[in-house]
């Protein structure tokens, strides 16, 4: 049971590019989330979903997108990456039936050049 | 607006002292009130929580305390080891999957 993992660990864009990061669980959560963390702060809600084929806004979801064709998958898209968007990301997943506890994964440390 | 906040960035102890890691939060209708530990270079990862109708609940180590009235929550965590250096943070949940939270409070164990 590996829990919630992400793929890369690092990656470095440059300004304009894209790309996608990964996000599986295998716990058959149906809620599932992204949040960015910047240095020193807390952690911001992009986007997240309810369920497969559900997904909403979060707290600051402006220059991403999100899919969820699958209960176990969960990507997050960049379409043209900006400086702003340096961060780490982290993907999480908790069981509709718990309100208490998200399970995360351990983090894309993103940097755009 | 919703907002759990943290009253000290920093927090500094110790080690085999007591930590008391404070916060404020401001939605009195939230059901759980979680604290989550972040260690260098890692995800969250949960503590303790407590539901809304609890005044204090222990684990191992661990007591969180919640004051409705003054819609304060803390974390105490007993003979502070090395190990225990990590940001905390603490969160609240507004209904199902809604989870909100606040900027961490970095603790720092000196040996």
């Known amino acids: 049971n590996a829990g919630v993992t992400q793929t890369p660990k690092f990656r470095i864009l440059k300004i304009g590019q894209s790309m996608t990061l990964q996000c599986t669980q295998d716990?058959?959560?149906?809620?599932m989330y992204w949040y960015r963390q910047d240095p020193g702060m807390g952690l911001k809600l992009i986007y997240y979903?309810?369920?497969?084929?559900?997904?909403d806004k979060g707290e600051v979801p402006n220059g991403y997108n999100v899919s969820r064709s699958t209960t176990e998958d969960f990507p997050l898209r960049l379409e043209l990456a900006a400086p702003s968007q340096t961060s780490v990301y982290f993907c999480?997943?908790?069981?509709?039936?718990?309100?208490?506890?998200?399970?995360f994964g351990p983090g894309t440390r993103l940097t755009v050049l | 607006g919703e907002s759990v906040g943290l009253h000290l960035p920093t927090l500094s102890v110790q080690e085999g002292d007591n930590s008391i890691i404070n916060c404020a939060y401001s939605?009195?209708?939230?059901?759980?009130f979680i604290w989550y530990k972040q260690e260098s270079g890692k995800g969250p990862q949960f503590i303790i929580d407590?539901?809304?109708?609890?005044d204090k609940r222990q684990g191992q180590r661990v007591t969180v305390l919640l004051n409705k009235t003054v819609k304060h929550l803390s974390l105490q965590i007993a003979a502070t080891q090395p190990g225990d250096s990590a940001v905390y943070f603490c969160?609240?949940?507004?209904?199902?999957?809604?989870?909100?939270f606040g900027a961490g409070t970095r603790l720092f164990v000196k040996a």
């Open positions: 999480a997943a908790q069981d509709q039936r718990q309100k208490n506890e998200q399970f």
């Open positions: 716990m058959n959560h149906n809620y």
């Open positions: 979903s309810v369920g497969a084929g559900i997904t």
């Open positions: 939605n009195s209708a939230s059901d759980y």
């Open positions: 407590i539901r809304s109708n609890m």
């Open positions: 969160a609240e949940n507004t209904g199902g999957f809604k989870t909100i």
